[in-house]
């Protein structure tokens, strides 16, 4: 699996953004099989998780910090993973990573460890 994510840039607090993770797979029934998640990682810290869904029935996770915020959907026609982040703060600046792997279990789907597939990256910063 190889994953491509985008969407990031310069916004303002308060402001929106949305990330796209493109995953290239064997064919296009194996991209449900997979959970799909988005991680972050700040200068100088741990790279932390954010958001997951899960594969069988598309049910989300979030971490703490972004609960209501943001919202996870995926399009298993397009092999596609968004993250809608909105009403964003200059503490979500980061690196925004997706990520991808089967048969995680739910208490593990934080863990950056739990995942095999990683994205290169895409920057997020909130500055005014």
């Known amino acids: 699996v190889q994953l491509q994510a985008f969407g990031g840039g310069l916004v303002h607090p308060g402001d929106s953004l949305r990330l796209s993770c493109v995953a290239s797979?064997?064919?296009?029934?194996?991209?449900?099989?997979?959970?799909m998640s988005w991680f972050r990682q700040a200068p100088g810290k741990e790279r932390e998780f954010v958001s997951a869904?899960?594969?069988?029935?598309?049910?989300?996770f979030y971490a703490d910090s972004v609960k209501g915020r943001f919202t996870i959907s995926r399009d298993n026609a397009k092999n596609t993973v968004i993250l809608q982040m909105n009403s964003l703060k200059p503490e979500d600046t980061a690196v925004y990573y997706c990520?991808?792997?089967?048969?995680?279990?739910?208490?593990?789907?934080?863990?950056?460890?739990?995942?095999?597939?990683w994205g290169q990256g895409t920057q997020v910063t909130v500055s005014s």
């Open positions: 797979v064997d064919s296009d029934r194996s991209f449900r099989s997979y959970v």
């Open positions: 990520a991808a792997d089967r048969q995680i279990i739910n208490g593990a789907i934080g863990r950056p460890g739990s995942y095999d597939y």
């Open positions: 869904i899960k594969s069988t029935d598309s049910r989300p």
